[in-house]
C-alpha cells in the first residue's frame, strides 16, 4: 500500500477564511481522490483529480469552493473556501491501489474546525 | 434507499465471541466490493476485499451474494483489538460508496 501524509493534521479556521490541505503520496499515483468525513457521518467523495486535468466534482461539490490542484503524480492539495462552521469536518486523500480489485488507501486526515 | 445500508450497532460483544456484520447495497452494476475498519478519530483502512466465492483472511471471512447485493463479515474468536466501526463498501469503476459503518466494541 502506498504511504500518504497529509497537512495540516487538523487546524482551526475562522470563518470566512481558506484553508489548503497537501497530500502527498510516497510513489506516483494515476488518481487522487479527496473525502470528507462529517461528525459521525460516513465519508462522502468531494472530487477525483487527475493528473493534467480538471477535478472531477460530485454532486453537492463545486470547484469555486473546493478548487484541487493536481501538479504532478505525487501530490495534490485541496482548498476549502470561504469557511463556515458547516465546513467542520475531516478531509482525507485517498490513493487507489495497484491490485486488480482497486481499493483504496487513505492519509491520516486534516481534522478543520470552523469557528 | 440508501446505496449502502449497514446496521450501525453498536454491537458489544464479549472477548472470544463471534460476530457478524451485514450490508446492502444497492448499485447492481457494484463491481469489487471491500471491508474497511475505521478507529475513533483515524482515517479508514482495508481490512479485506470480498472475493464472488467467498474469502477468508485469519479470523475474518468475508462473503458476497450478488443475487441479493448482500455482503458479510464474519469474526471469530474477538480480540479487543477489534473493536472498531466496520465499513461496508461497494466500487463500480472509480466510484466507491462507503456504509456508515457497523460499531463494534468487544469487552474484556
Known amino acids: 500500500s502506498a504511504v500518504i501524509s497529509q497537512k495540516p493534521s487538523r487546524d482551526i479556521c475562522q470563518r470566512g477564511t481558506s484553508l489548503t490541505i497537501q497530500c502527498q503520496v510516497d510513489s506516483q499515483v494515476t488518481m487522487m481522490f479527496w473525502y470528507r468525513q462529517q461528525p459521525g457521518q460516513s465519508l462522502t467523495l468531494i472530487a477525483t483529480?487527475?493528473?493534467?486535468?480538471?477535478?472531477?466534482?460530485e454532486s453537492g461539490f463545486v470547484i469555486d469552493k473546493f478548487p484541487i490542484s493536481r501538479p504532478n503524480l505525487t501530490f495534490s492539495t485541496l482548498t476549502v473556501s470561504n469557511m463556515s462552521p458547516e465546513d467542520s469536518s475531516i478531509y482525507l486523500c485517498s490513493v487507489a491501489g495497484r491490485s486488480s480489485y482497486n481499493e483504496q488507501f487513505f492519509g491520516p486526515g486534516t481534522r478543520l474546525t470552523v469557528l | 434507499r440508501k446505496e449502502v445500508e449497514q446496521d450501525p450497532g453498536p454491537f458489544n460483544v464479549p472477548e472470544g465471541a463471534t460476530v457478524a456484520f451485514n450490508c446492502t447495497y444497492s448499485?447492481?452494476?457494484?463491481?469489487?466490493f471491500f471491508w474497511y475498519r475505521q478507529d475513533c478519530r483515524k482515517e479508514p483502512k482495508l481490512l479485506m476485499s470480498v472475493y464472488s466465492s467467498g474469502n477468508e483472511d485469519g479470523r475474518f471471512t468475508a462473503q458476497l451474494n450478488r443475487a441479493s447485493q448482500y455482503i458479510s463479515l464474519l469474526i471469530r474468536d474477538s480480540k479487543l483489538s477489534d473493536s472498531a466501526t466496520y465499513l461496508c463498501v461497494p466500487r463500480e469503476n472509480n466510484d466507491m460508496r462507503f456504509g456508515a459503518g457497523t460499531r463494534l466494541t468487544v469487552k474484556p
Open positions: 483529480a487527475n493528473q493534467g486535468s480538471e477535478a472531477t466534482y
Open positions: 448499485n447492481s452494476a457494484s463491481q469489487s
